[in-house]
């Protein structure tokens, strides 16, 4: 996170000319120097220069103790994370979100512009700056407080690591039946836009919706794996009971 | 699917000259007349023309039936479906499978182009025929058995329709707390466009993967529903067994 965000306050194309990345911390500064010029990047607290935000792009776990550790009094300090309370963060500065919702990985590049970024402060000036940073790197901006980005981040954990989990099951089926996964592809991509220009209710379709039995029955006897049957099964009853409790 | 086709063997574009499509069959020949001269529409079987191939793009139930009224023997009959044996139609001709892998809907047009097209006959010569057919319309054109139809029927079901029961489940969320559903569309787009370069294995991400047991603990006491927190619960489970038997 902290890497793309970097990469983000760099970028000339997006950047807005009132916000200016100042230093970057970490305790490693050899992994920040393709991203920056070593002058500002610092692995001291004692080294934090003066600045209207500082954002703490870490783990959940090491919010609250980082927080606690830094240096300075009644200025701004935000966390990154979709599940961490605001008032997790210390008491003895302002205290603010600034949650963008993607998922991350090393290996893959993100366009910032297009994630949204969700905000929350404790006070309205502190949301005009965080906000002015936000819209510096992102097109959307939202305020969203704790409860709210809690309901976000569990439904992304649906959306995304449990699609993606999907993914991963319809691949083992396909590998046990020697049949290229590349195949279904299209289909994936399809469903997905589908939900861009349908709700995922109006959208759905198969066997569970339908209620056809037989062809539901002739899959559960073809699912060989034990645990693909389960999700089947349960999955299935949701789509019947259309989402009701069972 | 059948007006889906008989766009797709309609596009200039995508024709190529030795594919033509003499005939399409209604019951009510009103609904194709948008899509086709009315010389070629009929509603009778005994109107049928000669020709190479003749596909039944009918519902599941309607295959066996249908292809027992033909008029006609030992010509090339093929059905669209994906969970119906070839072995479903009827013996007097000869017999294959055109099974297009792809979500249709009316409301949303599809580019054949990009749908790959799996195809099953029961002896080489025909195997060509319905090839020259298929490479017409799609790009992509594969040689697939029954069991192996099956396995990507099976797993278009959880790619597809279970997929798109989690995108209801996630705005389901979202309404429940006043978020709007919108937010979360970049990370779905970025949790499909990650399995184009990276296998869903290497893809997955969130806490079930981490192990992560404060925040799955705090995400199911937040889920109010029970079918959700359920299908958390079981999804949950696959990730940290890594997709083995619970």
Do not use: W
Request: aromatic residues 6%; proline residues 4%; glycine residues 2%.
């Amino acid at each position: 996170m902290a890497q793309h965000l970097i990469r983000a306050f760099n970028n000339p194309d997006v950047s807005a000319p009132q916000v200016e990345l100042i230093q970057a911390f970490s305790r490693k500064k050899d992994q920040l120097i393709h991203l920056l010029d070593s002058g500002k990047i610092i692995d001291d607290f004692q080294d934090l220069a003066q600045a209207d935000l500082y954002i703490l792009a870490i783990s959940d776990d090491a919010i609250a103790a980082v927080s606690s550790q830094l240096p300075f009094e009644n200025r701004l300090v935000v966390h990154t994370s979709g599940s961490v309370a605001i008032t997790d963060l210390d008491d003895k500065n302002r205290k603010g979100v600034f949650y963008p919702l993607q998922t991350f990985s090393k290996e893959k590049l993100v366009d910032f512009k297009n994630i949204p970024v969700c905000l929350e402060t404790q006070n309205e000036s502190d949301y005009a700056i965080v906000e002015t940073v936000a819209k510096s790197i992102s097109k959307t901006v939202f305020p969203i407080d704790s409860n709210q980005r809690k309901a976000l981040h569990v439904s992304a954990v649906f959306v995304n690591n449990f699609v993606n989990h999907l993914y991963q099951i319809g691949q083992e089926i396909c590998e046990e039946n020697h049949v290229p996964f590349e195949i279904l592809k299209p289909l994936i991509l399809e469903t997905v836009q589908k939900i861009m220009v349908l709700s995922p209710k109006e959208a759905q379709t198969g066997p569970a919706k339908r209620n056809d039995l037989a062809t539901i029955k002739s899959h559960q006897l073809f699912l060989s794996n034990e645990n693909h049957d389960t999700i089947y099964k349960i999955l299935t009853q949701s789509i019947q009971h259309n989402g009701k409790k069972l």
